[in-house]
């Protein structure tokens, strides 16, 4: 069965310290990775998407097949990254996401 | 556009009531789906439709959920007799069909449905 654990339900980090929010998996295939980012009063929009090897807002994230791992990280965090971050998963071509808890992230001046 | 667009944005009733709920896409969006996210947790997938058709449907989704999407366009949940445990937020979200790997989703405001 596929499954998307975020072990860390709250992180809090200082303002220009480096943030690493922890994703894995367990899939039988190829599975597509994702993260979402929900922040306060607003919808839940995308991230990233690891078929895209970009970096959005200073984040990046690296997937690890060998360890099923789709870790997200920022060298140096800001005030406005706190928010709920969610890793996703999709198995299939339809694109049906299974999420996992979510990561809250607080970061303190 | 403003992207998708879910109403209600609250639903208070009592349990055992019939409530529906509406979801308008984005407008060139062919693929739509349904999610319910209780607290603490992340957003469950519900249900899935490609167009008109509803091609796949979760094991949460009980005989009392039914959904629909006629002509492709918004679509609306139907909860019949609900329960205390419907209490949740219902999110809807689109995409569009493409090539490149599964597209990105675009999620609306959700609608928080909350039994008495």
């Known amino acids: 069965a596929q499954r998307v654990t975020q072990p860390e339900k709250l992180l809090s980090v200082f303002k220009g310290a480096p943030v690493e929010l922890k994703c894995n998996y367990s899939?039988?295939?190829?599975?597509?990775l994702f993260w979402y980012v929900q922040y306060s009063r607003q919808r839940l929009q995308l991230l990233l998407r690891h078929i895209s090897r970009e970096s959005i807002k200073g984040f990046t994230a690296d997937l690890n097949k060998g360890e099923t791992s789709f870790h997200l990280k920022k060298p140096f965090a800001q005030e406005e990254d706190s928010a709920m971050y969610y890793c996703?998963?999709?198995?299939?071509?339809?694109?049906?996401?299974?999420f996992g808890a979510g990561t809250q992230v607080v970061v303190t001046p | 556009d403003t992207g998708v667009s879910q109403n209600p944005r609250h639903k208070i009733t009592k349990r055992g009531q019939n409530v529906t709920f509406r979801c308008d896409p984005i407008s060139e969006h062919n693929r739509l789906y349904w999610y319910r996210q209780t607290l603490g947790q992340g957003p469950e997938f519900l249900t899935y439709?490609?167009?008109?058709?509803?091609?796949?449907k979760s094991r949460l989704l009980s005989d009392r959920f039914s959904a629909e999407r006629p002509k492709g366009s918004f679509s609306t949940l139907e909860i019949q007799r609900t329960e205390q445990g419907d209490s949740a937020m219902y999110l809807c979200?689109?995409?569009?069909?493409?090539?490149?790997?599964?597209?990105?989703?675009?999620f609306g405001d959700g609608t928080r449905l909350s039994i008495l």
């Open positions: 439709f490609q167009n008109e058709a509803q091609l796949e």
């Open positions: 899939y039988s295939g190829s599975p597509e």
């Open positions: 996703a998963l999709s198995g299939n071509s339809w694109g049906k996401l299974q």
């Open positions: 979200a689109s995409s569009l069909y493409g090539t490149g790997g599964v597209q990105p989703q675009h």
